[in-house]
């Protein structure tokens, strides 16, 4: 035993037979959930004795992330990369997130680290969000969340939203002459007049 202490300072000795040492080696990992399955590829330590299969270190966390996309990928839920890309576009900070959802503390912080999935419910409302502005400012409201910045980010992406609006009315109206729109929007059109006003409107 004092022996495996000794050869132990530079290697890790496998916990099984204690005698053969853990190489690091690559597989496939098959993910089964909800009838569906995937391969994920894993890096893990297998004992060059006694064939002991482990994982040690970051592998531990480096497999259970890789499982928690693979389920994510099967369930069609955002990835934790993506759920990290709506809030920060949003200037949201993830306890934000937790008042506006009314999840507990630290829920939204454990989906964007990944390794623990979101209900498919908490994903229709995260995609609702992402794509209505207004919903976030009601949200951010109604859970009395205080964030200049994330105010000042919803109104830059209302505002950018209707400026693709208009701009996709514009080309439905196509490359028309000045006298075209004129036939349409009346004697007093001004090119980019109804841009104007429907930037006031929001
Ligand atoms: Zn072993």
């Not at 890789?66 to 900070?93: M, P, W």
Request: aromatic share 4%.
């Amino acid at each position: 035993m004092s022996e495996h202490q000794q050869d132990a300072t530079s290697v890790d000795l496998c916990i099984a037979c204690g005698e053969g040492e853990q190489r690091t080696c690559r597989a496939e990992y098959r993910v089964d959930h909800n009838g569906q399955t995937r391969l994920i590829e894993d890096e893990r330590s297998v004992c060059d004795h006694c064939g002991q299969i482990s994982y040690v270190g970051d592998q531990i966390s480096r497999h259970e992330l890789a499982v928690a996309a693979a389920i994510r990928e099967i369930d069609g839920l955002l990835s934790a990369d993506e759920l990290r890309a709506f809030r920060t576009r949003y200037c949201l900070k993830q306890t934000d997130l937790e008042a506006m959802l009314s999840t507990g503390p630290k829920t939204w912080t454990r989906w964007e680290r990944g390794k623990v999935p979101q209900s498919k419910t908490a994903d229709k409302l995260v995609r609702l969000l992402a794509a209505n502005p207004g919903v976030v400012r009601k949200l951010m409201s109604e859970a009395k969340v205080s964030n200049p910045e994330a105010e000042a980010a919803v109104s830059k992406a209302e505002s950018e939203m209707l400026t693709a609006a208009v701009a996709e009315a514009e080309k439905a109206l196509g490359d028309r002459s000045a006298n075209e729109f004129q036939n349409i929007f009346g004697q007093g059109f001004k090119a980019g007049s109804e841009v104007r006003i429907l930037e006031r409107v929001a």
